[in-house]
């Protein structure tokens, strides 16, 4: 019987060693929202903005139709607007429906 083959070089790393290992060495940026309440816990603002749609698919099943599902987002992505501008999400909407809508400038 032959002896198995050994492989040359070094053994291949799994990936959630490889996660772990660019989390360390990442630490100060990973870790950063700590320190620095400027910096929020999460970047991902889409999916966030995402995940109220789905919230609101599940409790009421699905939307009536394209267009709510339309309006929907719609109010969804001006109160996500506003707050990213530190805004209350009431007071803003107020100020839409009065017509001074929110009209963010870039910096």
Do not use: H
């Not at 492989?7 to 772990?20: A, D, E, F, T, V």
């Amino acid at each position: 019987m032959p002896l198995p083959e050994k492989k040359r070089g070094k053994p291949k790393k799994g990936k959630s060693y490889l996660l772990l290992e660019r989390l360390d060495i990442k630490r100060d940026q990973v870790l950063a929202f700590l320190t620095n309440f400027q910096i929020p816990f999460s970047n991902n603002q889409g999916e966030q903005d995402i995940r109220m749609v789905k919230t609101q698919q599940k409790i009421s099943g699905t939307f009536r139709s394209w267009l709510g599902a339309k309006q929907f987002c719609n109010i969804r992505s001006y109160i996500s607007t506003a707050r990213k501008y530190q805004m209350i999400a009431f007071q803003a909407l107020w100020d839409a429906f009065m017509g001074k809508a929110l009209m963010p400038t870039s910096p």
